[in-house]
């Protein structure tokens, strides 16, 4: 039986990514789970989701670029700590090995599996957040994450961030193939065998 739990959005665990943007002259970096994949097709588009009063979005708005990295397993405190630090009260431009794509001015992580950087597009004006649209410039990966050209998620142990429990998990085992694993669904299911 199903139990009604409120408003509460369970759309968790999330990729634990790293934000980076640069802020007075130096990278910042925060902790954040809320990003998303607004469509799949050139130009791609992302979403970070802020609060508004977070110093990396005036950093975003200034330079009009910015990155989102994915840490692996191994970066957890790191990550932790730039996302419960303030960059308007501690320099954490130190924090990780950075470097610079096509644009620029979009830190990114040399310790990071996996990192993208992206171009201002447009900022969603939400009540307490900022919704900051980027268009994807440049994608990097750690060459011993690959796998036949592609991020393989059990070499690249990607952080993931589960706000119910408060805990920070990792990528597990595979389970099935994406767009293979449906074709062997039964054509006809009695109403009791959902999904």
């Known amino acids: 039986m199903q139990r009604h739990l409120g408003r509460t959005c369970l759309l968790y665990p999330m990729p634990a990514t790293i934000v980076g943007a640069m802020v007075d002259g130096r990278p910042n970096f925060l902790a954040i789970a809320h990003v998303g994949i607004l469509n799949n097709a050139a130009p791609q588009y992302l979403t970070v989701s802020l609060k ?25 405190v790191a990550t932790d700590y730039v996302g419960i630090v303030s960059g308007a009260k501690v320099d954490k431009s130190r924090v990780f090995d950075v470097f610079y794509g096509e644009l620029g001015n979009a830190p990114m992580i040399r310790e990071c599996p996996v990192n993208m950087e992206l171009k201002l597009h447009q900022v969603i004006d939400l009540p307490a957040h900022e919704v900051f649209v980027g268009e994807l410039a440049g994608s990097y990966a750690e060459e011993s994450c690959l796998k036949e050209g592609k991020v393989d998620l059990e070499k690249a142990r990607p952080l993931l961030f589960d706000y119910s429990s408060g805990w920070y998990f990792s990528v597990g085992e595979p389970v099935a193939p994406c ?15 959902g999904v």
């Open 179 to 193: 767009w293979r694993a449906g074709r062997d669904y039964p054509a006809q299911r009695t109403e009791h065998e």
């Open 52 to 76: 508004k009063f977070r110093h990396t979005s005036r950093g975003i708005r200034e330079s009009g670029a910015f990155s989102i990295c994915l840490p692996g397993k191994s970066m957890a």
